[in-house]
């Protein structure tokens, strides 16, 4: 059973940064495509980043593009999401997704094998 942990949330000015952190603990991390996804109050969850098992491969949101980016350490089964010049409609709780193997997508939501708890991020203006 695959467990990840989301941490490094808060509350950041506009224009600031944070870097969220997501460990997993189980199964084989080093041979899975990793995602972080955010939902926002009253939205649907909505795809940000992705990375290949590898790490050499990455996938942003137009939205996120040139401010994310995404990074993976597979020696400590670790990603993570470098967030700058954010911005208010940014604050959503943000989630690591582990995909499912079978799949080919790079931001669909609904084929992921294995969620965290969340870690909110709050950007004020």
């Known amino acids: 059973q695959v467990q990840l942990a989301e941490s490094g949330g808060g509350l950041v000015q506009a224009g600031g940064s944070l870097r969220l952190s997501c460990a997993a603990s189980g199964g084989t991390f080093s041979r899975n495509f990793m995602r972080w996804f955010r939902q926002a109050p009253g939205k649907e969850r909505e795809f940000v980043a992705g990375i290949s098992p590898s790490g050499l491969s990455t996938y942003y949101a137009d939205s996120v593009k040139g401010r994310f980016a995404i990074s993976r350490d597979n020696a400590k089964n670790t990603i993570a999401l470098q967030m700058n010049s954010l911005k208010p409609e940014d604050t959503a709780v943000y989630y690591c997704?582990?995909?499912?193997?079978?799949?080919?997508?790079?931001?669909?939501?609904?084929?992921?094998?294995?969620w965290g708890q969340g870690t909110q991020v709050t950007v004020s203006s």
């Open positions: 997704a582990q995909r499912r193997a079978s799949s080919s997508s790079v931001s669909r939501t609904d084929d992921n094998d294995y």
